[in-house]
């Protein structure tokens, strides 16, 4: 599967973007992998955002939960990443991510999108 995100750009502290991600998968398909997000600030580590099971179940790495939310939507190819209350450490490049033999996305995943770049201004 080959994965497309978009929707990244130049926020205000406090303000909200909506990441999507695109996938080529085949509908029947696409509804079995497991989706996330992912974000690597510069000089750090890849980290996870949010993971999004097949059947709709989600978690979130601590401090994302409350802010964001992720969500699929199967009959599109398509899964989003909803983020409020954007603060200055929020700056990253968002990456999607796909799984078809786990449960939950990890850095092991085996497909990746190219990333979009959140920048969130003080």
């Known amino acids: 599967v080959q994965l497309q995100a978009c929707g990244g750009g130049l926020v205000q502290t406090g303000g909200s973007l909506t990441l999507s991600c695109a996938a080529s998968?085949?509908?029947?398909?696409?509804?079995?992998?497991?989706l996330g997000w992912f974000r690597q600030a510069p000089g750090k580590e890849r980290t996870l955002v949010a993971t999004?099971?097949?059947?709709?179940?989600?978690y979130y790495t601590n401090f994302f939960a409350g802010r964001f939310t992720i969500y699929r939507d199967n009959a599109k190819n398509m899964m989003y990443l909803q983020m409020s209350g954007l603060e200055p450490e929020d700056t990253a490049i968002y990456y999607c991510?796909?799984?078809?033999?786990?449960?939950?996305?990890?850095?092991?995943?085996?497909?990746w999108g190219q990333g979009t770049q959140v920048t969130v201004s003080s």
């Open positions: 991510t796909a799984d078809d033999d786990r449960t939950v996305v990890t850095v092991r995943s085996p497909y």
């Open positions: 999004i099971t097949r059947g709709g179940q989600t």
């Open positions: 998968a085949s509908g029947d398909t696409f509804s079995t992998y497991a």
